[in-house]
C-alpha cells in the first residue's frame, strides 16, 4: 500500500486566495483525520471523519476552513480566504476501524500564506 | 485545555543514554497511550503503545511505563542512537475516538 497520499507536499500563496489540500487515505480505511501542525501549537486536530460522515470539527480554526469527504478514497481540507497565521504543515491521517486502531500520517503539506 | 501534558520540551543525550520523556493526562476516561515519533519533513509515526491493564510495554530499544493512579506514562529509550534524533508526542484516546496530542519532545542524541 502506498500509505496517505496528500497533495501537494508545499504550496505558497499570497493572502486572501483560495487553498485547497489534498488527501487520499489508506485503501479500506473509514476513519480520516486533518490535522494543523506549527511550533506555537503543536498539532493540532482540525476534523475528523468516520465512513465519509464529519465527527467533530470543533478544531477548525473558523468559517474561512471547510472540509469534504466526498468518497471513501478522497478528502479536501479548503482555506478561502487564506491569511498568513494559516502557514502551517498540514497533515491527514487515517485509521481503520477497532478500539486503538493506529493512525497513519500523510507526509503533510507545508502551506506558507504570505 | 490541553488534556495531555509533555515534557521535557527538548532534550539532549550521549549516544548510548536513556531519554526520558514523561506525559500526564487528566481524562481518566482515556484507554489508549501511543507514542509517536516524527522526522524532519515526514508525518508522525507510531512507535509504540500501551493499554492502562499493564505498566510496562517494550518493543526493541522502546519502552513505556504506565501509572494509572498517577495518571502518568514516560517512553524510556534504551542504548539511544543518534539516528534516535526525533521529535516525540504522547497522545491518549478514549474508546477508539480521536487522539489527544501532547506538545512534543524535540530529541537530539549526539554521536
Known amino acids: 500500500d502506498a500509505g496517505v497520499i496528500q497533495s501537494p507536499r508545499h504550496e505558497v500563496t499570497e493572502m486572501g486566495q483560495e487553498v485547497t489540500l489534498r488527501c487520499k487515505p489508506i485503501s479500506g480505511h473509514n476513519s480520516l483525520f486533518w490535522y494543523r501542525q506549527t511550533m506555537m501549537r503543536g498539532l493540532e486536530l482540525l476534523i475528523y471523519f468516520n465512513n465519509n460522515v464529519p465527527i467533530d470539527d470543533s478544531g477548525m480554526p473558523e468559517d474561512r476552513f471547510s472540509a469534504k469527504m466526498p468518497n471513501a478514497s478522497f478528502s479536501t481540507l479548503k482555506i478561502q480566504p487564506s491569511e498568513p497565521r494559516d502557514s502551517a504543515v498540514y497533515f491527514c491521517?487515517?485509521?481503520?476501524?477497532?478500539?486503538?486502531?493506529?493512525?497513519?500520517f500523510g507526509p503533510g503539506t507545508r502551506l506558507l500564506v504570505l | 485545555q490541553q488534556q495531555v501534558k509533555q515534557s521535557p520540551q527538548s532534550l539532549i543525550v550521549q549516544k548510548g543514554g536513556i531519554p526520558i520523556i514523561n506525559c500526564a493526562y487528566e481524562?481518566?476516561?482515556?484507554?489508549?497511550f501511543p507514542w509517536y515519533q516524527q522526522f524532519p519533513g515526514k508525518g508522525p509515526a507510531l512507535l509504540i503503545a500501551?493499554?492502562?491493564?499493564?505498566s510496562e510495554k517494550k518493543e526493541g530499544r522502546f519502552t513505556i511505563s504506565f501509572n494509572k493512579s498517577a495518571k502518568q506514562f514516560s517512553l524510556h529509550i534504551m542504548d539511544s542512537q543518534p539516528g534516535d534524533s526525533a521529535t516525540y508526542f504522547c497522545a491518549a484516546a478514549r474508546s477508539a475516538r480521536q487522539l489527544t496530542f501532547g506538545s512534543g519532545t524535540q530529541l537530539t542524541v549526539l554521536p
Open positions: 481524562n481518566t476516561a482515556f484507554d489508549y
Open positions: 491521517a487515517s485509521r481503520a476501524s477497532g478500539v486503538g486502531e493506529t493512525q497513519y
Open positions: 500501551i493499554r492502562p491493564d499493564v
